[in-house]
């Protein structure tokens, strides 16, 4: 079994910057992909960002330049960067890890951004 949980949410106005930390434990692959997932009111939930176990990133084009993930050195924490946020970024961000056999998900962080 695999436990995420992230942090770092809140509220910040519009042009401000947060940066959300997901730390996994349990059993771990060492091959396994992590991202980001968005789910804002009324809407489905959409990737953000995710990233491979060597680095490989993917972004949605709408936070490309804006959002930026990361590993941590320990390889089972991701980070995201979010800078010059807007009203529309507002969701609640899921961490997530994908890995043979597995699909694992966050409690989830609220993110809101005030104009």
């Known amino acids: 079994q695999v436990q995420l949980v992230e942090s770092g949410g809140g509220l910040v106005q519009a042009g401000g910057s947060l940066r959300l930390s997901c730390a996994a434990s349990g059993s771990i692959f060492s091959i396994n992909n992590m991202g980001w997932y968005r789910q804002a009111p009324g809407k489905q939930r959409e990737l953000v960002a995710a990233i491979g176990s060597l680095g490989t990133t993917t972004y949605t084009n709408s936070m490309k330049g804006r959002f930026t993930i990361s590993r941590g050195n320990a390889k089972n924490t991701v980070y995201l960067q979010m800078n010059s946020l807007k009203p529309e970024d507002t969701a609640v961000y899921y961490c997530?890890?994908?890995?043979?056999?597995?699909?694992?998900w966050g409690q989830g962080t609220q993110v809101t951004v005030s104009s």
């Open positions: 997530n890890l994908r890995q043979l056999g597995g699909d694992y």
